[in-house]
């Protein structure tokens, strides 16, 4: 490919359900030093209550913490925690969340393509990792 010319990358979209806090929590509860934001987004732990989530890696399903638990299935966050593992505490106030679709980008492999129009013909077509699709 000539310097300066077009370059596309392929990235798949992944979706699964989470959670998003609905308030922001309150900073010294327990272990935590700060608050956690109205809009942060959980990713599901594996639990037995009613629900577990995780705040997750950056870009990834993949819990980090901190983490909370809905006990009894009322839409509340009744516990935290700084990671998944770690014992579960009670937050002084219960804290609001709704069950809401969460989407990340990956590139999973290193495709990368140039539309065939520029190449050869006017035709809508695209060249991906040697296969024209």
Avoid: N
Avoid at 60 to 69: A, Q, R, V, W
Wanted: aromatic share 10%; hydrophobic share 35%.
């Amino acid at each position: 490919m000539p310097a300066g010319g077009d370059l596309y990358s392929l990235a798949q979209i992944y979706t699964q359900d989470g959670a998003r806090i609905e308030a922001d929590t309150k900073a010294g509860d327990w272990l935590m030093e700060e608050s956690v934001p109205k809009g942060t987004i959980l990713i599901p732990v594996e639990t037995t209550k009613k629900f577990k989530g995780c705040v997750p890696v950056p870009g990834t399903f993949e819990p980090s913490g901190p983490c909370f638990i809905d006990d009894d299935g009322d839409g509340l966050l009744d516990r935290h925690s700084r990671d998944e593992i770690v014992l579960f505490r009670k937050l002084k106030a219960p804290v609001p969340y709704s069950i809401v679709p969460i989407s990340i980008a990956r590139e999973d492999s290193f495709q990368k393509g140039v539309p065939l129009s520029r190449c050869y013909s006017r035709q809508s077509a695209f060249f991906i990792s040697g296969i024209q699709k």
